[in-house]
Structures are given as structure tokens and as C-alpha cells.
């Protein structure tokens, strides 16, 4: 699933394409990718306003349009495509958007996972789903005594609580696994058990991560292209994920994988006690 430096990679491939655009007509051929308001409404709504920006929050793709916010979430497959107004419609192809260029602008997923919502611009922070988001990588109000405070009662592998986008938004599986190498902490430890300084480890070690992997563009995973094969780099700095059977690169001992909370999860007994 696509993570936060992901989404970035993705928002960042559609700003020039889309900004400044008005959307003209809107085409909904799977009603179930559209979370609220319902499609008919959704459609009728949209049409007639123009994409002024386009923003992230955690793994959401926030655009910001003249009266609403649209909000998209790519889940596990979904991808945007760019065809010309009257291109056959394919198969896994859900929601067109023709715009005023007369683009057609689609929202592609073969799982059927993504999802959609259409929001008042001016209360689509206080509403689901943004209003169950933590703090982002790089708030300021981030800090070791507020990570401290949000675990220390949790009993669950510290691998799954920071998978819990109501503490900090945007982490997914793959920096998970790089995050907790970097600070030395066994996934399968508590997160009860975590202590201040190690939290401190883990903030500076989760900007460290991601902003490395957003300046590279993601990382390029089998249900993961950005927008028309926007490839990204950060696989080729992976330390851990994906490694198991191959030598650490801190102590050379062969890293080992395990799941947890069903998550194929990847570390060095050595290095994370």
C-alpha cells in the first residue's frame, strides 16, 4: 500500500497536469470507490469546480477545489491515468473526471479498494476521515513526551502501533520495518515497553526515512506506480524490508522475517534487541 512519501510522489506528478483545471463532467462506474456524499450527489456537486491546489494528510490525497476538498485514497492499488475525452473506458477504470482541456482524468484500481470523499472545503478537518489522523512526520507539536504519552499503555508489538494512523499519519509497512532497524528496537517489543529516549530514536529516525524517500520519489513496490509509470528510487536504499536471508548492513548478521500482526515485518535479531 502506498505510504506517505508515495502519495507525495503522486500529488506532486499531478500538480501541473491538474491545478488550475475545472472539472466539466464526472463519470462513476463503480459506485463503492465514492465513501460520501453518494454518488449521484457526488457527481452533481463536483461538476463546475476548478482544482485549486492539491495536498496531502497521511496517506490521503487532499484537492482543493473551489467549494469541496476531494479526498482520495489509493488503498492498495488505485492509480490515476490521463486519456483524451472519448477514450474507451477500460476495465479497471472507476471514476472519470473531463476536464475543461478535455483530458479525461481517471481513477484506476484493480482491487476496487480506493476510495473517495467529497467535503466542505471549510470543515473537512473536523470530519472523518482526516479527523481521525495523527500528527504528521514533521509537526512541530511531534515530540518524544507526545509519542511517549500515545504508547506507553499499548501492549501491542510496537511494529503494529506505529502502523496506527491515529498517532502518527502517513507510516506504512515498508518504513515501519526501516524506521524501527534505524533506532534499534525489535518490532515484537511492546510498545508499553518503549521508553522516552527511544522515542525520541523513533521521530528522528521517521523524518530521517521518509523525507530521504520522498526526495526519491517512493518506493516502487508490485501495486505501486505513481501516475503513468512514475517509478520511485527509495527501493534501492531499503535496509531491512524485503532483505530476509541477505547479511545486515550493520552487523552482518542475516536478516530475519517474521509477521507481525499479519505484516511481513523484517529485522536483525542483532542489531534490534
Not at 97 to 126: A, C, E, P, Q
Not at 176 to 185: N, R, T
Amino acid at each position: 500500500m502506498p505510504e506517505k512519501p508515495e502519495v507525495i510522489t503522486v500529488v506532486e506528478s499531478l500538480k501541473p497536469k491538474l491545478i488550475g483545471k475545472k472539472i466539466n463532467d464526472c463519470n462513476i462506474y463503480w459506485d463503492n470507490i465514492i465513501s460520501y456524499p453518494v454518488s449521484s450527489e457526488f457527481k452533481k456537486k463536483i461538476i463546475g469546480q476548478k482544482i485549486n491546489d492539491i495536498t496531502t494528510r497521511g496517506k490521503w490525497i487532499v484537492m482543493m477545489l473551489d467549494e469541496d476538498s476531494l479526498l482520495v485514497h489509493l488503498r492498495m492499488e488505485g492509480k490515476f491515468m490521463f486519456r483524451d475525452k472519448g477514450d474507451v473506458i477500460g476495465k479497471h477504470e472507476h471514476v472519470e473526471f473531463i476536464l475543461d482541456d478535455k483530458t479525461s482524468f481517471r481513477f484506476h484500481d484493480v482491487r476496487k479498494f480506493g476510495k473517495m470523499y467529497l467535503i466542505n472545503k471549510d470543515i473537512v478537518n473536523d470530519c472523518k476521515p482526516l479527523n481521525e489522523l495523527g500528527l504528521e512526520y514533521y509537526d512541530k507539536n511531534l515530540t518524544k513526551e507526545y509519542l511517549y504519552d500515545s504508547i506507553h499503555n499499548k501492549r501491542l508489538p510496537i511494529k503494529t502501533v506505529l502502523l496506527d494512523q491515529s498517532i502518527i499519519a502517513g507510516i506504512g509497512n515498508i518504513y515501519d520495518d526501516e524506521i524501527l532497524f534505524m533506532s534499534g528496537i525489535d518490532p515484537l517489543r511492546k510498545a508499553c515497553d518503549v521508553s522516552l529516549e527511544e522515542c525520541q530514536l523513533i521521530i528522528d529516525n521517521t523524518k530521517i526515512v521518509l523525507e530521504k524517500a520522498i526526495k526519491l520519489g517512493g518506493t516502487t513496490i508490485k501495486s505501486f506506480t505513481s501516475s503513468e509509470g512514475v517509478h520511485g528510487l527509495f527501493q534501492n536504499e531499503l535496509l531491512v524490508h524485503s532483505k530476509a536471508g541477505m547479511k545486515c548492513p550493520k552487523c552482518k548478521n542475516i536478516i530475519d522475517k517474521t509477521r507481525v500482526g499479519g505484516r511481513g515485518t523484517y529485522y536483525c535479531k542483532e542489531c534490534q534487541k
